[in-house]
């Protein structure tokens, strides 16, 4: 009986092992074109300026994260500040990249400024420009309150023809004009966030649009996280 539960006991303490081991593994991660996407092997350099660089590899995949500074912040990609930059090279050994993007004026980052109520969760919901002469904005609501406030959105369409500081009303079926949101960023072809630098490790999140040299092709990635990636200070 005592050999039965020392076996047990062990046991439990080698699951308890690999659970922790398995929670604090590093990773770099997404989905890309809605397909779960995870770098086999990744590496994260910063060079003298400061500058970081985050590169992960799938079989003949290769997607690399640059930015101005390792620096806790959001960096976005496509704006005129090209230091922020994202490439993605396909097994076809096709290149994708966050190019400028000029002229279109999609949005990038929105923010509740009435939360509205009788909403429910739902995705692609339409608005409407109470200021500026942007179209085409969706938004994905994620979360409500009790009472269907909005408490989480996120954009599902990035329409065209916003400015900064635009407002825009929320549909909520045959209504509108009840919940509002404040358009933040635009002319972006994604970004990424730096949660934690230190201790020699960098993790984040990020989401982006990568085209191809005509703008006929675009690879998404969504979702993105990376986890306690380990840092290398080139010389």
Same mark, same amino acid.
């Given at each position: 009986m005592k050999k039965i539960i020392s076996i047990t006991l062990i046991s439990v303490a080698f699951l308890s092992c690999q659970t922790d081991v398995k929670f604090n593994e590093q990773y770099f991660e997404g989905q890309r074109d809605g397909i779960f996407w995870r770098s086999t092997n990744t590496t994260a350099t910063v060079n003298t300026a400061g500058q970081l660089t985050l590169i992960g590899y799938v079989d003949l995949e290769t =997607?690399? =994260?640059? @930015?101005? @500074?390792?620096?806790?912040?959001?960096?976005?990609?496509?704006?005129s500040n090209t230091s922020n930059f994202a490439s993605f090279i396909s097994s076809e050994n096709k290149l994708y990249t966050t190019s400028l993007i000029s002229g279109t004026a999609p949005v990038n980052k929105i923010t509740l400024t009435n939360s509205g109520n009788s909403y429910s969760v739902?995705?692609? /919901?339409?608005?409407?420009? $109470?200021?500026?002469t942007g179209t085409g904005l969706k938004v994905d609501i994620v979360r409500t309150t009790s009472s269907g406030a909005i408490s989480s959105l996120i954009i599902n369409s990035t329409g065209t023809g916003y400015a900064p500081g635009d407002i825009?009303? $929320?549909?909520?079926?045959? =209504?509108?004009?009840?919940?509002?949101? /404040?358009?933040?960023?635009?002319?972006?072809? +994604?970004?990424?966030? $730096?949660t934690d630098y230190s201790?020699?490790? /960098?993790?984040?999140?990020?989401?982006?649009?990568?085209?191809?040299?005509?703008?006929?092709?675009?690879?998404?990635?969504?979702? +993105?996280k990376f986890y306690k990636i380990p840092v290398i200070k080139n010389p």
């Open positions: =997607l690399t =994260l640059k @930015t101005t @500074t390792a620096t806790k912040a959001t960096y976005l990609f496509g704006t739902t995705t692609g /919901v339409a608005t409407t420009a $109470i200021t500026g825009v009303s $929320i549909h909520n079926g045959s =209504l509108t004009g009840i919940a509002t949101a /404040v358009i933040q960023n635009i002319n972006a072809n +994604g970004e990424i966030e $730096i201790n020699g490790t /960098v993790s984040g999140s990020f989401k982006l649009n990568a085209s191809n040299s005509t703008n006929t092709d675009v690879v998404n990635f969504q979702y +993105g």
